[in-house]
């Protein structure tokens, strides 16, 4: 089976599909809106890798959102966050430290001959000095910013699920380590953030009615071709340019996006990861050069899709078909 079948998310211009979107980061609004509770251990488990030196991409706003606990769990997330900060300031500063003794010596060498190695030596240094005291500024940030809760395929997102009857919010991975692979698998497969509806019995027939999340959205996102968006052909010589467009609901209304989901283990790693499932494209949307559009489903049926029924997957299909269809007003990205 072919990446493309796997992901089955590429246009004709070869864009991703939802490749990026505005999430819920902050458990507390699943928490007002569902009555869900918060998984203390996967939450702990990202944040001791990062501390650890992993690098799991999480957005600012999860990490936010834990700023002020309200109690002993919550408090327990903010010292596992705090240590992960800590320790990557400390990496940061030893790259840093790195870069500047490669600028000593290249500045050292300049004093007696001046050459062109040395030079790039210095420009290079800088710029990554410069690079790492953006990550530190990041890090020790506490405003929030208008991007903190954007996720793009490998950052980590929230997702709702049922375990013991009891709605639970999970840090999960967009971009979904399917049962049986590998890493190297997953390298040669990198399309599964999304799933397309048309593949759940088949490329995902092992997650299809078993284990089904929601995660929330205010907006979403796709690369589209311009003269696609432009409606024309490309003129002779011209070559295809990619733009990024931005979605939201016309009602305000936060999405509903019913994902599937996977507790993936090899003995060693662990790794919860997750996929949004695609549908045909809104009307609206095709109209600007997109061929899919993430499933909405309805605030009703958010009980039953947590809860399928493997041996009745046709009710989870009619909960698919019967998504929401508010009008998808958009505009270009900044």
């Known amino acids: 089976m072919t990446v493309a079948q796997y992901?089955?998310?590429?246009?004709?211009?070869?864009?991703?599909?939802?490749?990026?979107?505005?999430?819920?980061a902050d458990y507390k609004k699943f928490t007002r809106q569902f009555g869900a509770i918060l998984s203390i251990g996967d939450f702990t488990r990202i944040f001791w890798e990062r501390r650890e030196g992993g690098s799991p991409k999480i957005p600012?706003?999860?990490?936010?959102?834990?700023?002020?606990?309200?109690?002993?769990?919550?408090?327990?997330?903010?010292?596992?966050?705090d240590g992960a900060r800590e320790a990557e300031l400390g990496r940061i500063y030893e790259r840093i430290a790195i870069q500047q003794a490669k600028i000593a010596e290249a500045e050292a060498a300049l004093q007696k001959r001046v050459t062109k190695k040395s030079q790039e030596i210095?420009?290079?240094?800088?710029?990554?000095?410069?690079?790492?005291r953006l990550k530190a500024e990041k890090l020790q940030r506490t405003e929030p910013a208008d991007d903190d809760d954007r996720i793009w395929p490998g950052d980590y997102t929230l997702v709702m699920v049922v375990e013991g009857g009891r709605k639970i919010v999970k840090p999960m991975r967009?971009?979904?380590?399917l049962p049986g692979w590998t890493v190297a698998d997953e390298k040669a497969k990198?399309?599964?953030?999304?799933?397309r509806r048309d593949s759940l019995r088949s490329v995902w027939k092992r997650l299809y009615g078993y284990h089904h999340g929601i995660m929330v959205?205010?907006?979403f996102?796709?690369?589209?071709a311009r003269h696609d968006y432009e409606q024309r052909s490309l003129s002779d010589g011209e070559r295809p340019k990619s733009m990024e467009?931005?979605?939201?609901?016309?009602?305000?209304?936060?999405?509903?996006?019913?994902?599937?989901?996977?507790a993936w283990t090899d003995g060693v790693e662990e790794l919860l990861s997750c996929a949004a499932i695609t549908d045909n494209p809104e009307p609206e949307v095709a109209m600007t050069g997109h061929d899919r559009t993430i499933i909405n489903i309805k605030p009703e049926y958010v009980d039953a899709w947590l809860s399928p029924d493997p041996k009745n997957l046709a009710a989870m299909d009619e909960i698919l078909e019967d998504k929401r269809h508010p009008f998808y007003e958009h505009k270009v990205a900044a």
């Not at 600012?60 to 966050?81: N, T």
């Not at 996102?221 to 589209?224: D, L, R, W």
């Not at 467009?245 to 989901?261: C, M, N, R, S």
């Open 217 to 219: 959205a205010t907006h």
């Open 245 to 262: 467009l931005e979605f939201t609901p016309q009602t305000g209304e936060p999405l509903y996006i019913p994902v599937l989901w996977y």
């Open 7 to 24: 992901s089955g998310e590429e246009s004709s211009a070869g864009a991703a599909m939802c490749y990026s979107a505005q999430i819920w």
């Open 190 to 195: 990198q399309g599964t953030y999304n799933a």
């Open 221 to 224: 996102y796709e690369s589209v």
């Open 122 to 132: 210095i420009r290079v240094a800088n710029n990554r000095i410069a690079a790492e």
């Open 174 to 177: 967009y971009q979904c380590r």
């Open 60 to 81: 600012k706003g999860i990490e936010l959102a834990f700023a002020e606990p309200r109690d002993a769990f919550e408090a327990q997330v903010k010292q596992m966050i």
